[in-house]
């Protein structure tokens, strides 16, 4: 079992749902660089559960112990290990089904694969749980970013079949990322926020779950990063934003609505503004040939229903090898998309940091 991701910037991810604790090992991050453990704490905190109807009663401090590669409040350029202990974790919910493959979730793969050796409580590896730490790296790396002018930012695109008012994809502000972050439920028409909290709690008392989509845009990112082919910037990001449990489609610029459009609109027009180049349009998502053209880039990230459910499902008996009738107990988020937001883009600042470091280096602060 692998969980390592990089290039130049590398993370490893260790721990279960249930163990001890989550972490995370960052290596390749450059030394001297200033942390703002507030502002970590600020990105954990938007992650944990909140005091709604559709959040996990599961709580969880998430308070990050940083064990190396920081000294003085300065990165040293050592390995950065972040640890997350589990204080709230209730294994017995999962003992009396474990037999029992969870439609939706890994327990029958992870089976197979493993040998049936896997820790099976709360999903053990596979777990949302390690999503933790890695909004611990993303915050890290986001510092990193924001020195160089680089901002993130996201809001909930849709949930179910209701959706937001989408970015204007060629002229994103960076007050409009920052007003997003501090929401709880960040949305452009602010009257979505309401309409998303009926739709969830609508499926909660029908004993359901329900999915949405995000759209995050990262602007500052200067013309130039990333190359074709196999490290190209699309390629990058969604392999790391594929690797969020839920997430089961990512698209960039206008996405697989591009194929509906003529060449002459899909193509966006390049003019100069002062002496910095720009584009008419974003269609193409701020990525032209894998690599930064200088316009935001822009990208949407489908997060699937939340699989655990209070409904009867059909399943099998992985033991007997038969039919079966599954009745899920437990903690379980009713819709995951808004706590998804901090980790959406905790992936997106790990991917850009590692991509700024193989092109410029590590002596880049």
Not at 19 to 47: S, Y
Not at 98 to 116: E, Q
Not at 255 to 265: A, E, L, V
């Amino acid at each position: 079992m692998s969980s390592i991701w990089g290039e130049r910037l590398r993370i490893s991810l260790f721990g279960e749902s249930h163990g001890p604790a989550v972490g995370v090992v960052v290596d390749g991050f450059p030394a001297g660089m200033t942390v703002d453990l507030e502002r970590i704490n600020t990105e954990m905190e938007r992650r944990r559960p909140k005091a709604t109807v559709y959040s996990t009663k599961r709580k969880e401090a998430d308070e990050v112990e940083i064990l190396s590669g920081l000294y003085r409040g300065r990165t040293t350029g050592a390995p950065i290990c972040g640890l997350v202990r589990n204080t709230d974790t209730r294994s017995r919910d999962y003992e009396e089904t474990s037999h029992l493959a969870r439609p939706g979730h890994a327990d029958y793969t992870a089976s197979v694969r493993f040998g049936g050796y896997n820790d099976f409580r709360g999903g053990g590896h596979f777990s949302a749980r390690l999503t933790a730490p890695l909004v611990f790296a993303g915050a890290l790396t986001r510092q990193f970013l924001e020195v160089k002018g680089i901002h993130i930012g996201s809001h909930i695109w849709s949930i179910g079949d209701i959706t937001d008012v989408a970015f204007d994809m060629a002229d994103i502000t960076r007050k409009q990322l920052e007003n997003l972050r501090s929401m709880e439920l960040p949305v452009n028409d602010a009257s979505c926020a309401e309409l998303y909290s009926q739709l969830i709690d609508e499926a909660r008392r029908d004993l359901d779950s329900v999915g949405g989509i995000i759209e995050t845009a990262v602007i500052g990112l200067p013309a130039g990063i990333g190359t074709p082919y196999f490290c190209n910037v699309e390629g990058k990001l969604s392999s790391i934003l594929f690797s969020i449990p839920a997430v089961k489609g990512v698209e960039f610029g206008a996405g697989f609505t591009i194929t509906r459009m003529r060449g002459s609109k899909a193509n966006d027009s390049f003019y100069m503004d002062g002496e910095q180049v720009r584009t008419k349009t974003n269609n193409n998502g701020g990525i032209n040939g894998g690599i930064t053209n200088g316009m935001p880039v822009v990208f949407r990230v489908a997060l699937k229903p939340v699989p655990s459910i209070a409904k009867a499902q059909d399943t099998i008996d992985m033991k007997k090898m038969e039919d079966a009738v599954l009745e899920i107990e437990g903690r379980h988020d009713t819709c995951i998309v808004p706590r998804a937001v901090p980790v959406v883009e905790a992936a997106c600042a790990i991917a850009l940091c590692d991509l700024y470091l193989t092109q410029f280096g590590y002596q880049c602060l």
